[in-house]
């Protein structure tokens, strides 16, 4: 029985997660939860089910409603972000979900990684983003794996199992095109945020859609993958695939590929992560190539979605450019969806703020904080007036 | 330096696999060459190129005039089934490429692993079908591995390198479809050897490019795979995939599929033939899936091509059902590219075959001699007259 720790369990990860709990009785055990606990009925509908030794609340405000829903005896409550470092680090179990959306997974996911867990499960690629190289400095020193939960990145490390490192020729990341892959430039200065909701194949959370409709997503995935195995950034290249059945593919200096496919259904990447090196036999729907239709693929356009340029140029920059990125895109994506700021303005804003902050070397996560902080500040202050919401920085987020 | 002993070295994948030895300089030496000897003069290149220690011809009419082209002095010359047999199992060599054609293969194949080398890498795809169970018996109580090298199961071989062998759902061994793909049932009585020989994506000799138009190779490949991967013959599958770019595939329990994608090169598998665990930089054309255009899929049709059934029966019923298999397809072949009978006649001759032999075990491999001889004489005493260029036996080849 596998002890599991969830940080981000009401989130569309953290729930498909559970639901894998559920469908696997006697493999995995829930030891702790972390939600921030904005929908009290779902948090307490969970803590029911998993009976949860801790549960973390980051917004402290929401703990009281929690409270009063929760079954007795009620497991113990850790509250806000230190809670939530509390809970990753603290609490044993074999496997710690790092399902945090952004910026603010990255202290509990550190957490984590420091406090020697057997496997370090990441669905949250922002933290790598913002701090890959100390990330896996951390997990190298721990003797962490961290392993990848995201679809395109547990692609690639199955597509590396059994295979040698050093014979990587690139890695091929697949990337949907998101809802607009085939609208004009022109065009797309006037979708809506229901438009840019409306992913074509991948049900996921508001975020990492909008990410996806911008190809954002791919860039902070060349960032991730870069730092997830270890290859140069040319190694890492991004290859349109509209069906998203590919997941994504490793080439070797042979010129032999190796690809993972499948339905799109975060279960797998989840399970595998869960249970890695084995596998357990799944009840999800099965891939039918034969009824699939055809493959396609092509180039990713990257002069109407600038946001794969930025990110590259990021990563290129290194120090704490990624940060940047990473935390001017969280403040854009949620102006966009708040309804303040354009489509087009995400990459404008990202742009902008990645001329603004001064560049510098990325030596301790303290840096990586501040410049979070430094960026939203800095970004929310060139949105139209009254808007904050997603200002609040990484080290202080809901506390 | 690996030391290479190469059996049908005239053929495609042997001049593919010395293409390969001249492109890797200090990478492979050339110990061992068996040849039919009906091409003298590009028997005595390979030689001025390669300088065997040792040459086996299995035509002995042809040795005269083999050794009269070739350089001073000239590699010790072998002749005969027999000879094959002493290069395949005595020659001291870490790899032995079978890559004869149909079941003369055997016997020599057999000796390589019986004699302990290190892998024997095999492209000759009818000894599997023959003798299946004994090979693989033989393989490991000598502890030899049998790497494959046709594109399909080198396909699956690096589909399942990592992973675990107990959670394969299923292999999905891939076919082109072959140049009668899409042609009605009544168009197919009046194919001509020139159109069965135009394959639309694999330059290859002409009798597996006839077995790729009657879909025969894929039936070959289906019990090859139940051998060679010590899996259920229902858990292999066929489908259709014209572009032969994703050259097979295997489905995990949890769903979860791995992909072996490429240009269509038989160079990719011999390499990895030679060189696994490691890979060599290929000079070869890189796979640009944006300019491959689509992959499509699509279940093969039985009804059209009985091959794939026969072949699957074959398997079901086991013992020497294969050999006749084998045995009378062989036979079928080379009448049909020798004129002597239509396409779908192939067919209906192996069919005719599987109900003529009788069923029965296949306790060794004098067995499987005596039976394919047994088929042989048939089939080819149900041609129409004076046609006796397919009717040599296995063990009597070339002798």
Chains 1, 2 share one sequence.
């Not at 202290?107 to 370090?120: E, H, Q």
């Not at 004009?184 to 229901?194: G, N």
């Not at 259904?265 to 699939?292: C, K, N, Q």
């Not at 902080?373 to 920085?393: C, M």
Request: charged share 20%; aromatic share 4%.
């Amino acid at each position: 029985m596998k002890r599991l720790v969830l940080l981000g369990a009401t989130g569309s990860v953290g729930r498909r997660a559970l639901e894998l709990v559920d469908q696997f009785p006697g493999e995995f055990r829930v030891e702790g939860l972390a939600a921030r606990g904005s929908k009290p009925e779902l948090v307490a509908d969970l803590c029911l089910k998993h009976r949860p030794r801790v549960l973390a609340l980051t917004d402290p405000d929401a703990v009281d409603a929690v409270v009063r829903l929760l079954p007795r005896p009620h497991p113990e409550i850790l509250r806000g972000a230190a809670g939530l470092v509390t809970l990753a680090g603290e609490v044993d179990a074999e496997v710690v979900l790092s399902a945090i959306v952004g910026g603010a997974g990255l202290l509990p996911t550190m957490a984590a990684i420091r406090s020697g867990k057997k496997t370090v499960a990441l669905a949250n690629k922002e933290t790598l983003v913002m701090a890959g190289s100390l990330m896996t400095a951390a997990a190298r020193t721990a003797g962490v794996p961290l392993l990848p939960v995201d679809s395109e990145h547990s692609a690639v490390f199955q597509c590396l199992v059994g295979h040698n490192r050093d014979e990587v020729h690139r890695i091929l990341l697949t990337a949907s095109g998101g809802p607009f892959r085939r609208m004009t430039k022109a065009d797309l200065r006037h979708v809506t945020v229901e438009q840019a909701l409306n992913h074509p194949t991948w049900k996921m959370g508001a975020k990492i859609t909008v990410d996806s409709a911008t190809l954002m997503n791919k860039g902070l995935e060349v960032i991730e993958a870069r730092w997830l195995f270890d290859v140069e950034p040319e190694r890492v290249q991004v290859v349109v695939h509209p069906q998203s059945i590919v997941h994504s593919m490793v080439e070797y200096v042979d010129g032999s590929v190796i690809a993972q496919l499948g339905v799109a259904d975060m279960g797998i990447p989840i399970l595998y992560a869960f249970t890695y090196p084995s596998r357990l036999p799944a009840a999800a729907e099965r891939l039918d190539l034969t009824r699939v239709g055809a493959l396609t693929f092509e180039e990713p356009d990257a002069e109407r979605f600038p946001c794969l340029t930025l990110a590259r140029g990021a990563l290129q920059a290194g120090g704490v450019a990624p940060v940047v990125l990473n935390a001017a895109n969280e403040v854009a994506v949620a102006a966009f969806l708040g309804g303040r700021i354009r489509f087009v303005e995400i990459a404008e804003l990202i742009e902008r703020a990645l001329a603004h902050v001064p560049a510098r070397g990325l030596a301790d996560i303290e840096t990586c904080v501040h410049v979070d902080a430094e960026t939203r500040r800095a970004v929310t202050g060139w949105l139209p007036a009254d808007f904050s919401s997603a200002s609040q920085a990484t080290g202080r987020n809901a506390t």
